[in-house]
């Protein structure tokens, strides 16, 4: 029996709307901005039609929330589990990457040439991210054999644990784009699993 899992990313917060763009880790907390919210409507409202069975998020606000909307369509709660939550990017939170550069210039053009394998400084690498978080939606997919779920994570998160299903290496994760709101669906049978849709955006085209 296959289980469909729509993997998405949690609405905007004000840190996704800053130019330059500001590092955004498991250390801010920010609720969803106006426009994160239009995007979790948007998002709740395209799932509508698909029988949910149960809604996982990880704990920080800004994917709680976005699960919210989510599983209110389905008169569901969303459960927060903590192997979902961003990555830990240590001293670079809140920076942009021209600030990460020049706090760290050396590390900074390591994690660039090998994001996958070298860490934030003091936080986590996309591998560490994916050891965890890859294994948290297995278990997820086989609580609910042949049942569709959703689960609202973050963008180092899904990028981790995508390129694992793809077979990418790690380094490359950075490459998958997630977007505010993108939807990824992943269907699991048995011990294999297939990536069927990425970062659909659709529904958010205004």
Same mark, same amino acid.
């Given at each position: 029996m296959n289980t469909r899992v729509y993997l998405i990313r949690h609405g905007a917060t004000s840190a996704n709307g800053e130019v330059p763009y500001r590092l955004q880790?498991?250390?801010s907390n920010r609720s969803l901005d106006d426009l994160g919210i239009d995007q979790a409507r948007r998002t709740s409202r395209v799932l509508e039609s698909i029988p949910l069975v149960a809604v996982y998020s990880s704990p920080l606000v800004r994917a709680f929330e976005t699960a919210t909307y989510v599983a209110q369509a389905h008169?569901?709660?969303?459960?927060p589990i903590e192997a979902l939550t961003e990555a830990d990017i240590g001293r670079?939170?809140?920076?942009t990457w021209i600030e990460a550069h020049a706090l760290d210039p050396e590390l900074h053009d390591?994690?660039? $040439? =090998?994001p996958g394998t070298v860490a934030y400084?003091?936080?986590e690498s996309f591998a560490d991210v994916a050891s965890r978080a890859t294994p948290a939606? +297995? =278990?997820? $997919?086989?609580a609910h054999p042949g049942s569709s779920i959703a689960v609202v994570a973050h963008n180092v998160v899904n990028r981790a644990v995508l390129a694992r299903l793809l077979g990418l290496p790690i380094d490359q994760a950075r490459t998958l784009r997630q977007a505010n709101g993108g939807i990824n669906m992943i269907e699991y049978e048995g011990t294999q699993s297939r990536v069927v849709m990425l970062n659909s955006i659709f529904?958010?085209? +205004?």
């Open positions: 880790g498991r250390g008169r569901l709660s969303p459960i670079w939170e809140g920076l390591q994690f660039h $040439a =090998n400084p003091g936080g939606l +297995v =278990n997820l $997919a086989r529904h958010l085209q +205004v």
